[in-house]
């Protein structure tokens, strides 16, 4: 198949085209460079069936192609909130531009929504049926409120046009080329930790998260965009139960890291939520997905990952 992945050059997404090449599909990864790095996809530019495309979701693009996974967005609050206005646009237009392609060309399209549809949830754990609990005028609203615009999408030309439509909820994942200056939980307490600096926990910690190692996410989407079933188009939970406080993943982090690890509070942006953690028995009956890969052990990769590029003597974060 020809498969196209928009923000294919970022974390998760260059995961996902290199496990698309490796089942033999032909993968045309776009992306505007925003948080993607062409450090993450330099060593599929020589194989034959990879195609980069530098372009940017909210204008219009015409292409052939069998399936679309739509990941292009900046995930870390960091990011989505440095240009807000940017973001909403991404998962707006982005997300008009990829179904009309869709819809052109008769391709099944995925959607990376996200666990933060829920907002800060009043039911726990989150099952998909749950409408959430989204401030629509706070801090984090462009990047909430852009993707449920996007899944109402989604569902509308589904029902309206018949496109083929997927829609993934991910929660928190990790694990190798999150970037260094990232900003999100993992990534900020590894590299602390790692140059033994304290660990800045925000707020008093006990806020909890539920921590998906990137392989089993990528593992989750592409069965749910090769499943069929009647509610198919209905959204599934990815995401890794086992949840933790910040606090909890800070011992976490000094343990695979092996230092004695100082913690410095710091206040708790606005919005946060206080508790999140995926109810996932939809993609274990639909996908027969579960996920595979414990904290300690994913935990442990991506601080192998994060101790070779400090050490490193180029160790840049900065983009290709
Ligand atoms: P990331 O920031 O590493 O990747 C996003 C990619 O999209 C980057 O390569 C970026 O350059 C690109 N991009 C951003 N705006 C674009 C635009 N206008 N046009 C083209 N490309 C653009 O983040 P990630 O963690 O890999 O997340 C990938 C997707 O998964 C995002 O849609 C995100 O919302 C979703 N998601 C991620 C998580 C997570 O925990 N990592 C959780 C929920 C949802
Ligand atoms: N967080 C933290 N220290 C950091 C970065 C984040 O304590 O250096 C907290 C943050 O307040 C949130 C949790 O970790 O409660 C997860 O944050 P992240 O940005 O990774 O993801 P999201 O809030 O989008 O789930």
Redesign the pocket.
Known sequence: MRILV?????????HLCERLLSEGNEVIC????????KQ?IIHLLDDKKFELVR????EPILLEVDQIY???????PV??QYNPV?TV??SVM?MINMLGMAKRVHARILQ?????VYGDPLIHPQTEDYFGNVNPIGLRSC?DEG?RVAETLMMDYNRQNGVDTRIV??????GE???EN?G?VVSNFVVQALRGQELTVYGDGSQTRSF?YVSD?VDGIIRLMNAEAADIHMPVNIGNPGEFTMNELAEEVGKCVGREIKIRYLPLPQDDPKQRKPNIERAKSLLDWNPKVPLAEGLEKTVNYFRALIDSPKATNTKA
């Open positions: 928009t923000g294919g050059a970022g974390f998760i997404g260059s776009l992306d505007n460079f925003f948080t993607g790095r993450n372009h940017d979701v909210t739509n990941l292009a967005c900046p995930a870390s990011h989505y940017k646009k991404t982005g990376a929504s996200t666990s933060e990047y993707k909820r991910i929660f928190n994942t990790y080329r999150m970037l990232d999100r998906c996410l």
